[in-house]
């Protein structure tokens, strides 16, 4: 077989997800590992480091670059980590796997708890969901830009930039950092949609890649994240809306819960319905409740 081209950004994370794929593929003899070749795309989101990413594109800045090669044909599927994709994804590219998803949680760098800090305590964060469920939980916490991959982050709350950062768990754990901050509950904060989530698309008309990359699919993870994914698009939400999720399954039945923030923190709205893995119509329902309950400060931040 010639070589198999597998795309991703090239931050350490998203290297070290890469290479996650590569190990899934050969384990499941889809594909031998020499057969296989990582390539590095630079992306818009990573060279633009400055400035929050709903002012200069949104999501599509972390998937364009990978686009343009896959349907080039440059590559043959792309990697990635599924909380950073848009909801609304190009007709002709497929979300053909995912991998088993990993811890959900956020992690906080930089104090013992949310209680610990102290009062007026800076708190860097590049997402709105984190900023505003921070905002919630403390509100004479100030919140400042911090963009950048794991160890920018990192290095910006080591030179004093901010008190503490929050990072996704399911990161920090891939690239060994075990021993990095405090897992925040999910009943304290939910994470955003698809978080600890890793993707693998192609070519829609692909179906030889197809069926090679399903041979790795996890069917609960990809179930989950396709329901978080739905609920953002009966939302309409984007890259400026606070919105967390997390879909979860026990038997046959999937349970979706879901909350709304205003952008300061000082308004939510939590929703949850359960029903079949594959109903359609369980993200719609849980946009509903939330939207319904929700009052204008929230709804006005989203169109559904």
Excluded: Y
């Amino acid at each position: 077989m010639p070589i198999f081209r597998l795309g991703t950004r090239g931050s350490p994370l998203a290297l070290t997800q890469a290479h996650m794929v590569r190990v899934a593929l050969a384990a499941a003899r889809a594909i031998a590992p020499d057969k296989i070749e990582i390539v590095p795309i630079r992306t818009t989101g990573d060279r633009v480091q400055d400035r929050a990413l709903a002012e200069i594109g949104g999501k599509a800045l972390w998937t364009k670059e990978l686009d343009r090669a896959l349907l080039d044909g440059e590559i043959h599927a792309a990697v990635h980590s599924m909380k950073d994709v848009e909801t609304i994804r190009p007709a002709e590219i497929a979300i053909a796997a995912m991998l088993p998803r990993a811890d959900v949680c956020d992690r906080l760098v930089g104090a013992d708890s949310i209680e610990a800090l102290r009062q007026g305590a800076v708190v860097g964060t590049s997402s709105p969901r984190r900023a505003a469920q921070m905002r919630k939980l403390r509100p004479d916490l100030k919140i400042v830009l911090f963009r950048g991959n794991v160890d920018t982050r990192l290095a910006k709350l080591a030179a004093g930039e901010a008190d503490a950062t929050l990072l996704a768990a399911a990161g920090l754990e891939r690239l060994g950092r075990h021993d990095v901050g405090v897992a925040i509950p999910i009943n304290v904060m939910l994470p955003a949609p698809a978080q600890g989530a890793v993707g693998i698309e192609c070519r829609a008309d692909d179906s030889h890649v197809r069926a090679m990359l399903a041979r790795i699919d996890d069917p609960a993870t990809h179930a989950c994240v396709l329901a978080e994914r739905a609920l953002l698009a009966a939302l309409k939400a984007d890259c400026r809306s606070p919105v967390a999720a997390l879909a979860t399954i026990e038997g046959a039945i999937m349970t979706l819960r879901a909350e709304l923030l205003s952008e300061d923190g000082s308004f939510h709205v939590h929703a949850q319905e359960a029903g079949a893995p594959t109903d359609p119509v369980l993200p719609i329902a849980v946009a509903r409740d939330l939207l319904v309950g929700a009052p204008e400060a929230i709804r006005r931040l989203f169109g559904g």
